[in-house]
């Protein structure tokens, strides 16, 4: 079910995954009337975001709205909201509708709540979904040794998003559950860099998904994973 496309440049990968996201919301908003896209934050996706600005794609039709995020004011510079609307939510893409995830409780675990009925006005299954990875295998905000890290991956449809506390990253974190990351029609991980490949080697290895999250997405039966790669 995983699909390797390794690119030599970042800008021909992100010219790539444009074309393919470009069409995948073309053809459910014309098929259903709506499409959704969930996007990571982090710099990898950045030439991506704005190679998708400006393609012509019917953005009134489509909701927009974050993988996860950390708990800080939208304007924080670690804000993965911040970073969407600066990066994406521009030129042809300002016309998309976007749904966050931070709201103004105070601790993540206390927004829970809020977070979850913002989300249910997202149209699922998502048309595409955009993860990251990092070096310990985490993606999303789904860490190997976080203390809910059962809780989000387990297999509870219900469960949208939980509040997840890293072990040794800065920020409470908000976080899709693995069951609505794989409620996706298409999952793309975009990684960057040698030390992600061999991590995405070792993650396509038998083990634990405690171990390395990320598994948990490759190894599902139910959602193709393209995995574009950049040195």
């Known amino acids: 079910m995983v699909e390797i496309v390794k690119c030599t440049q970042p800008l021909t990968a992100a010219a790539t995954l444009a074309d393919r996201v470009s069409t995948l919301l073309v053809a459910d908003s014309t098929a259903h009337g709506q499409a959704t896209l969930a996007v990571s934050g982090g710099k990898t996706p950045l030439p991506l975001f704005a190679e998708l600005r400006h ?17 800080v004011d939208p304007a ?5 909201e911040r970073l969407v609307r600066t990066s994406l939510l521009t ?8 749904i966050p995830m931070k ?3 105070a601790t993540a675990r206390q927004g ?36 809910r890290l059962n809780l989000a991956l387990g297999n ?16 409470e974190r908000m976080t899709l559950s ?3 990351i794989l409620n996706s029609r298409h999952i793309f991980l975009y990684i960057q860099g040698e030390q992600k490949l061999k991590t995405l080697q070792q993650a396509l290895l038998n083990g634990p998904e405690e171990h390395m999250p990320i598994r948990a997405v490759l190894n599902n039966p139910k959602t193709p994973v393209t995995v574009y790669w950049v040195p």
Do not use: Y
């Open 55 to 71: 393609r012509e794609i019917p953005w009134s039709k489509i909701t927009i709205t974050l993988v996860d995020e950390r708990w």
């Open 76 to 80: 924080h510079e670690d804000s993965n």
């Open 91 to 98: 030129q042809h893409a300002a016309a998309a509708n976007f």
């Open 103 to 105: 709201n103004q409780a």
């Open 112 to 147: 829970e709540e809020t977070c979850a009925r913002k989300l249910a006005a997202v149209p699922l299954p998502h048309s595409v979904l955009l993860l990251g990875m990092g070096n310990d295998g985490h993606t999303a905000s789904i860490f190997p040794g976080a203390e």
């Open 156 to 171: 509870n449809p219900k469960l949208r998003c939980l509040a997840i506390t890293p072990p040794a990253a800065p920020h």
């Open 178 to 180: 693995l069951a609505a």
